[in-house]
């Protein structure tokens, strides 16, 4: 059994994708960002950078942070969207990690500067809207190649990706030049898991 802490947001729905791609039974504790209980003592003592999603193993203790960390912890506790070793592996952690560093962090610096309240921040939204564009585009070149970022298999590069690049019309990319990154959403919609995980919590 998993705990689960987490809420409405990119980064916890990856978690709960995999659990659901894995099978693995969990329980949701949804943590309320908008009354700030990611800062409160007990949930500090899992995650000190006041963040979700945080997951406790109940077969051995084990507390995880950082959504990519626990992708791969869950990963090499099931032995699924993983490869063990080799090249296989060396490409889904490759783009594991440009969603961690890339996709993620810009895609959220649009958000938050889109929907800034006070005086309209010009700069910042035109140099996170280029990036993100070109994110896209690097997504785009991998996508018109292969079926999945890892390659031929399905991953938790996928896994890690979808949530967010899903969201990418709504921060104004243009979808409509990108098809490999669109047939590459519609295929991994598709999954039973996904439909499920994106959903959580209710
Ligand atoms: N790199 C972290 C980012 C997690 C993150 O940004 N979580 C946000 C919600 S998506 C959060 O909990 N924010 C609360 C806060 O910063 O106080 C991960 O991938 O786990």
């Not at 791969?72 to 490409?91: D, M, N, Q």
């Not at 590069?157 to 019309?169: E, V």
């Not at 047939?183 to 919590?201: D, H, T």
Request: hydrophobic share 40%.
């Amino acid at each position: 059994m998993i705990d689960l802490y987490t809420a409405k947001t990119p980064n916890g729905r990856k978690v709960s994708i995999m659990l659901d791609e894995c099978g693995l039974p969990y329980e949701v504790h949804s943590i309320d960002l908008g009354q700030n209980e990611q800062f409160k003592p007990e949930f500090l003592a899992m995650n000190p950078n006041n963040k979700i999603p945080v997951i406790k193993d109940r077969d051995n203790g084990q507390v995880v942070f950082e959504s990519g960390a626990i992708l791969i912890y869950l990963g090499e506790k099931t032995g699924k969207f993983l490869s063990p070793s080799g090249p296989a592996r060396a490409a889904q952690l490759e783009w594991l990690f440009f969603q961690m560093a890339s996709i993620g962090p810009m895609m959220g610096q649009l958000f938050h500067f889109r929907n800034y309240q006070g005086e309209p921040q010009v700069y910042a939204v035109e140099r996170f809207t280029n990036e993100v564009a070109r994110i896209f585009n690097v997504l785009e070149s991998r996508l018109s190649q292969v079926p999945y970022l890892g390659g031929d298999d399905y991953s938790i590069a996928d896994i890690a990706a979808f949530p967010w690049t899903k969201l990418g019309g709504f921060l104004g990319v243009d979808m409509d030049g990108l098809k490999g990154v669109s047939a590459w959403l519609e295929r991994v919609y598709a999954r039973p898991a996904v439909q499920s995980g994106i959903n959580v919590p209710a």
